[in-house]
Nanobody
Framework: QVQLRESGGDLVQTGGSLRLSCAFS????????MGWYRQAPGKQRELVAA???????NYVDSVKGRFTVSRDNAKNMVYLQMNSLKPEDSSIYYC???????WGQGTQVTVSS
């Protein structure tokens, strides 16, 4: 059974950086396609960044050039490096295994203006 646990959320100022981590437990991480989503109050959850099993990535337009998703298959970890943060990036960020449709519990990111 796959389980995901996010960490790294915090309160930062506009222009700051954070790195979110997602620890994957369970079998066969290496074949899992992974995604980072976010959901702000009153808004729908949206896909922010994704990385597939061979390391191909894609991003929502609003974060391109600022966010970078990566994975470490040796450590069963997925990361989201977030730079040049804006107040509109404030959300709960969730890690998801697209392959098994499993969600983490989320981590709060707040960007102050």
């Amino acid at each position: 059974q796959v389980q995901l646990r996010e960490s790294g959320g915090d309160l930062v100022q506009t222009g700051g950086s954070l790195r979110l981590s997602c620890a994957f437990s369970g079998a066969f991480f290496i074949i899992n396609n992974m995604g980072w989503y976010r959901q702000a109050p009153g808004k729908q959850r949206e896909l922010v960044a994704a990385i597939n099993s061979v390391g191909l990535t894609n991003y929502v337009d609003s974060v391109k050039g600022r966010f970078t998703v990566s994975r470490d298959n040796a450590k069963n970890m997925v990361y989201l490096q977030m730079n040049s943060l804006k107040p509109e990036d404030s959300s709960i960020y969730y890690c998801k295994s697209e392959t098994t449709n499993t969600w983490g519990q989320g981590t709060q990111v707040t960007v102050s203006s």
